[in-house]
């Protein structure tokens, strides 16, 4: 390689770095901008405009949303409806997951399509068609109204996820087993259940920051007797400082990181990312 060529490819090499550095500055500035700026907003005793960062810091708001007892009562609230939501998905999806990878019937593509209608129509929409009915059934401000409601939004990732992840074990692995001896149930339990684990623990990880999340249809459905995390973040924002607001919403944003996470630290990185198919 001639003395032209070598210069003329170290600076298209520069160039090519400095950009990628610049791609990845905004990227970065975009998704950590808003979260920096909320953990700054929670700890800051006074902060006003054109200040780059608050001018005193301050754990009073900390202090009030803790010792509220109807915030206490709601995050109790919302961490129990998310987990029984998950545990009935799983009970609930998982075998169904297991027929739509692994047996043929009519009109199966359409069923397994039918899951993504919930996530069709404007949700707001949907509340109030589901509402009327809850009316007529006596679910409207009831626990199991409000776990029905999370359900229907949950019911889409617990199926399509561990179907594919189902659909991924090989058969020749099941087969052999067979021919081993073994029994279909425990074929089922030792050999594709532990093979699909990946994705139902994604799917289990995402259904549960789901329901956790969940405020339209709780509101709904809930109100006055049952306020979950998200349903009070609503009367924070409205009733006090940003402050309280952005205490409340790293309190609400903690549990998804931390799941997260664990789910990456125990589940590992690499059947992390099998179970989302991004491998």
């Known amino acids: 390689m001639r003395g032209d060529d070598k210069l003329w490819y170290f600076k298209t090499l520069g160039l090519r770095k400095i950009v990628e550095f610049i791609l990845l500055a905004i990227f970065l500035l975009f998704f950590f901008g808003p979260l920096l700026n909320l953990l700054l907003l929670a700890f800051s005793g006074e902060w006003q405009y054109p200040d780059v960062l608050p001018t005193s810091w301050s754990l009073e708001w900390w202090s009030f949303v803790l010792a509220d007892e109807s915030i206490l009562r709601s995050m109790w609230l919302s961490f129990l409806i998310a ?8 009970i609930i999806c998982i075998p169904a997951a297991y027929a739509f990878a692994r ?4 009109l199966r593509r359409f069923f397994l399509f039918s899951f993504l209608l919930t996530n069709a129509f404007p949700k707001m929409g949907l509340y109030v068609a589901i509402a009327v009915l809850f009316y007529q059934y006596g679910l409207m401000n009831t626990f199991i109204g409000i776990i029905l409601i999370h359900l229907i939004n949950t019911l889409m990732l617990m199926t399509w996820i561990p179907s594919a992840a189902f ?6 692995q099941e087969e052999s087993a067979r021919d081993a001896g073994a029994s279909p149930f425990k074929v089922f339990w030792h050999i594709t259940l532990p093979m699909a684990k990946p994705g139902i623990i994604v799917a289990s ?13 709780t509101l709904l459905v809930g109100i006055p007797d049952y306020k979950t995390m998200p349903v009070i973040m609503y009367s924070i924002i409205a009733d006090y400082p940003s402050t309280a607001g952005a205490v409340f919403s790293v309190i609400l944003t903690l549990p998804t990181i931390i799941l997260l996470f664990a789910a990456r630290k125990f589940v590992g990185a690499d059947s992390f990312a099998n179970g989302m198919r991004l491998k």
Not at 83 to 90: K, R
Not at 103 to 106: E, N
Not at 167 to 172: D, I, M, P, Q, Y
Request: charged share 15%; aromatic share 10%.
């Open 83 to 90: 987990a029984l939501v998950t545990l009935i998905s799983l």
């Open 167 to 172: 659909e991924n074990v090989h058969r020749s």
């Open 103 to 106: 047996i043929s019937f009519p």
């Open 205 to 217: 990880v995402f259904t549960f920051l789901s329901s956790l999340d969940e405020a339209q249809g």
